[in-house]
């Protein structure tokens, strides 16, 4: 994707998750697309280590594997 692509996707956030990323832009002077931005940037390597769906075992697959 490149730099000035400008595609638009609606997100839904909890209301007071919402609340907070807006004190943080009206406090950082920036817009709430910025403040999600960074945040994505920000946390994605966290984001990355988490288990996928497929990486979580199932509760019968340890006594089948026996």
């Known amino acids: ?6 595609r638009k996707q609606s997100l ?4 007071t998750m919402l609340q907070e ?3 943080e832009a009206a406090r950082l002077d920036r817009s709430l697309s910025w403040i999600v931005q960074r945040c994505v940037k920000i946390g994605l ?3 990355r280590r988490l288990p996928s769906v497929n990486d979580i ?3 019968g697959d340890d006594a ?3």
């Open 12 to 15: 839904y956030f909890p209301e």
């Open 45 to 47: 390597a966290d984001i």
């Open 1 to 6: 994707m490149s730099a000035t692509d400008k």
């Open 64 to 66: 089948q594997a026996s």
């Open 57 to 59: 075992p199932e509760a």
């Open 21 to 23: 990323i807006q004190k």
